[in-house]
């Protein structure tokens, strides 16, 4: 089956500071690949997504690509702000396969003024 | 646009006592599932419905059910409750004839067993 593994932090940051969250994953075939963001009190939100090799994910100024060489699929912004602050997870979800989607642990990030 | 509406937001419970918690897909989406959230943990998946038939199953205790109706909206129905049962319930529906959509998550039930 999948599974993604990811940094769990928790990480603190100043504001502009430049973020990386490291995920990979292990899967048979060829997953679909996502981001989650879940703010204090609320559901998760989709953040941004990949479905192949080389795909680009961006939103909100985050970013992350579709490494199948590496297996990965890292969250990266150049400049975070204090509204980013909330639990970031990774997932995937396996084309053809068992439909349901994967998550890795979550990271809470934390970012100061 | 249309999101994932579940109900009720918060619930409480004692043990032992039955829950039923509800959930509206996004309009024209055939897939449900959900997800079981703990404190400062990954959802963990329960169960998954498409076009109305069980299509896949997860980590959900056999004092768990569900079941998706005709009009694609789905219960989860809780008996004999724990305390190990508090935690977020998350519902997520999917469009996945014609090509996978992502799955969109409602903003989830917080049950509190006491």
């Known amino acids: 089956g999948n599974s993604v593994t990811q940094m769990e932090g928790p990480v603190t940051l100043s504001e502009e500071a430049f973020l990386t969250i490291n995920c990979t994953y292990t899967?048979?075939?060829?997953?679909?690949l996502f981001w989650y963001v879940q703010y204090p009190g609320e559901g998760l939100q989709l953040l941004l997504k990949?479905?192949?090799?080389?795909d680009k994910g961006s939103n909100k100024g985050f970013e992350a690509t579709y490494r199948k060489e590496t297996t990965s699929f890292h969250l990266e912004k150049g400049s975070v702000q204090v509204s980013d602050s909330a639990v970031y997870f990774c997932?995937?979800?396996?084309?053809?396969?068992?439909?349901?989607?994967?998550f890795g642990k979550g990271m809470k990030l934390t970012v100061n003024p | 646009a249309a999101g994932v509406i579940q109900s009720p937001r918060h619930l409480i419970k004692e043990k032992r006592e039955t829950a039923t918690l509800k959930c509206y897909p996004i309009?024209?989406?055939?897939?449900v599932y959900w997800y079981q959230q703990g404190p400062g943990q990954d959802p963990q998946f329960l169960i998954s419905?498409?076009?109305?038939?069980?299509?896949d199953k997860g980590s959900i205790p056999d004092r768990f059910s569900a079941q998706q109706f005709s009009d694609y909206h789905s219960e989860l129905n809780m008996s004999s409750l724990e305390l190990g049962d508090s935690a977020l319930y998350f519902c997520?529906?999917?469009?996945?004839?014609?090509?996978?959509?992502?799955?969109?998550f409602g903003n989830g039930t917080r049950l509190t067993v006491t």
């Open positions: 997520a529906s999917s469009r996945r004839t014609g090509g996978r959509s992502p799955l969109h």
């Open positions: 899967a048979t075939g060829y997953p679909s």
């Open positions: 990949a479905t192949k090799a080389d």
């Open positions: 997932a995937a979800i396996t084309q053809g396969g068992s439909e349901k989607l994967v």
């Open positions: 309009p024209r989406h055939d897939t």
């Open positions: 419905f498409y076009e109305k038939m069980q299509s």
